[in-house]
Nanobody, 116 residues
């Protein structure tokens, strides 16, 4: 059974940076598309960024484009989200997700809080 563990969250001031990591185990990571989602209090979970299995396709939500960078290291079973110029509106629980056909795994989520 697949397992995803996020790390790197925390509290940062507006304009600051954080890097989130997601380590995968229990499935063939390099064959899965990977995504970062977030959910703010009282709001629906939203897709932040996605990357294909071989990193050939990458996409971002408009709200984070030019501020966030997603990348993966298939040799380490790791997904990374580099976040810069953070805004209070980026405050949320961030989740990584692995998808391939009918397989779908989620991490437990990690809190990111941006103070103004």
């Amino acid at each position: 059974q697949g397992h995803l563990v996020e790390s790197g969250g925390g509290l940062v001031q507006s304009g600051g940076s954080l890097t989130l990591s997601c380590v995968a185990s229990g499935f063939d990571f390099k064959t899965y598309g990977m995504n970062w989602y977030r959910q703010a209090p009282g709001r629906e979970r939203e897709l932040v960024a996605g990357i294909s299995s071989a990193s050939s396709r990458i996409a971002y939500a408009d709200s984070v484009k030019d501020r966030f960078t997603i990348h993966r290291d298939n040799s380490k079973n790791m997904l990374v989200l580099q976040m810069t110029n953070l805004e209070p509106e980026d405050t949320a629980v961030y989740y990584c997700r692995a998808q391939r056909l009918q397989s779908d795994y989620w991490g437990q989520g990690i809190q990111v809080t941006v103070s103004s």
